[in-house]
Every structure is written in structure tokens, then in C-alpha cells.
């Protein structure tokens, strides 16, 4: 099968390229791009040498998949001419997700959703797809009602210059900053972009992207992202209410049996999940499982997950699984 990577030496491209090799994806033909500086550049993938190639090129080669993951003002220009060519296309920008006619998939949660003349394929925002990995077995239980979900994302998640101011500022190095402030020692309650409402563009996204995947219109959602000083794996604080009263034991089982969550949940032996335990690994790690005592029918949780695997690079992945699962591509 042939497949391009679309930003395949930036820090979620490279972690594709690792997936891909990691879960032993059917790749006959690689077809690494990236900007115009890294073309002609060598990169490795399972032990051979493939030559950074340039989008127009890529185009014209006609992969059978292209995992897109360059920005969104790349993804508007390019996915479609991918698609017009017969390439399906499973992007991880922001461009296409909330797009009526671009279904917003997590293979666990929403396969439903993906048609066959689905040529491009939204992968959610990082922080979306954990929440909605926890959610979904929920909610096919007792019936969301509300959401509040507080996050605490890492460094990561903005690009291989957040990293290395945060690393410059802990070895007390000049910077280029990415951030408006110093993030070593520091959190800061802003992600993207703020808005007119108040809520900032990644808030927004969470809250948008939550209710198209699980096709619940009408839920009322909301959200607070935070920046920490980590280097790997975003935490949220999730507190839900819903139309059923709970049960813990039920709440545990459901999580438990879920495809791709793991219930970390042991309190008296300091057993919850935790950014630095879920790094470079798959699984949503749920835990500090409690009923909401302020609230009817309340619950709160504590939900990890590596942001660059299934938060990004692993989940695209299996939206390519399940396109060779369902007979799309062969």
C-alpha cells in the first residue's frame, strides 16, 4: 500500500512514522513530504531510506492514504487535491472538523460515521479524542448530560519550539519564546487562540468537536484548557452529570471493557494515571473515579493520554486500519 506522510519530520509526523512501523501497516511505498527546506532530505523508515518529496510530486504519485499532518493552511490547499485524485486523506489539523460533509472520527467511539465517499477524514483534536474515549462507554450507560472539563496539556502539544523554550528555560538558556510567558515553573490558562466569547480556540474546539463525534448536538458542554511544563501527555479533569443515576462498580466495568482505556484506579496505593507513565503508549488511562457529591447523577474522573500517539499519530493510524478493515483501500 502506498502512503504519504504529510509533515513527516515535524513531532506528530515522526511519531507516524513510528506507529506505522510499530503496528506493522501494510506500507509498500512510503512517500515522506515536507516543507520545502527538508526536500530531498533523507528519511528512515523500517530500515530503508526514502527521499523527502514535495507536495505537488506527492500528489501526483496517487498513495492510497495520506496521513496529513502540516497545519491547517496546507490542509485546506492540498487535502483536496489529494482527494480529488482517489487519495483518502485522514488529516490532523483543525481545517476539516467541524466541515458538515468531513466526518470527525475516532475508531473506537464513531466508525459509524465514515461513508465511502468520506475521501477526507478529520482526526480530532488531541484533547477531544481522550475525553471521548472516556465518555462514549458512559454514556451508552446512563446518558450525558453535562460536561466540565478542565485540562492540563503538555508542551508537546504545540509544536517541537514549545519544547525547546521550555528546556532552554530549565537550563537556563536564551529562548525563543512560543509562549507569551514562561512556562517552566508555570501553567497558562491559554491554548490557541481567545475568542470574542471569552473561551479560547482550543476551549471551543473541545467543546465542538465532543458533541459532532458523539452526535449529541444539544450537550451542554464546558471547557478550560491549561499549559503545563510537561513533556509528554495531556491530563483533564472531566466532572459529568447524566439523566441516569451512576454506579462506580458499573462505571469501572464499562471503562474497563472499553477498546483503548485502561482503568488506573487505586487511591490508597497512589495507583491513577499520570502524564510520565502514559508516555509512548496508546491506551486513554482513566482513574480517580468518585461520584459527585454536589450534584445529581454526577461523576468526575481523571483522564491521560499520550497527546502525540493516540491524541494525534496513533489514532490516524487506525482510521487507516479501518478503512483497509472495511475494504476501502487493499
Known sequence: ???????????????????????QFPVSELIPVASANSVGKEISFRGKSYTVQSLSNAVLAKPDIALFSAGGSISKEW????AEN?????????????????????PEVNPEHLEPHHFIIANPNCS????????????DLYQLNRVVVSTYQSVTGTGQAAVT??????????????????????????????????????EEKMMLETKKILGLPQLKITATTVRVPTLGGHSESINVSFHKEPN????????SNFPGVVVQDIPEENIYPMPI??????AVFVGRLRLDLSIENGLNMW??????RKGAATNAVQIAEKLIEIGWVA
Open 1 to 23: 500500500m502506498k502512503i504519504a506522510v504529510i509533515g513527516a519530520t515535524g513531532l506528530v509526523g515522526t511519531k507516524m512514522l513510528q506507529v506505522l512501523a510499530e503496528r
Open 79 to 82: 487535502a483536496p487535491k489529494f
Open 86 to 106: 482517489g487519495t483518502y486523506v485522514i488529516d490532523n489539523s483543525s481545517a476539516w472538523r467541524m466541515d458538515p460533509l468531513v466526518p470527525l472520527i475516532v
Open 128 to 139: 477531544t479524542i481522550q475525553m471521548v474515549m472516556a465518555l462514549k462507554p458512559l454514556h
Open 165 to 202: 523554550q521550555l528546556l532552554d528555560e530549565r537550563e537556563g538558556r536564551e529562548t525563543s519564546p512560543v509562549y507569551p510567558h514562561k512556562i517552566d515553573f508555570n501553567v497558562l490558562p491559554h491554548i490557541d487562540v481567545f475568542l470574542e466569547s471569552g473561551y479560547t480556540k482550543e
Open 248 to 255: 462506580l462498580m458499573a462505571v469501572r466495568l464499562a471503562l
Open 277 to 282: 507513565s502514559a508516555h509512548d503508549k496508546d
Open 303 to 308: 483522564v491521560v493520554a499520550d497527546n502525540l
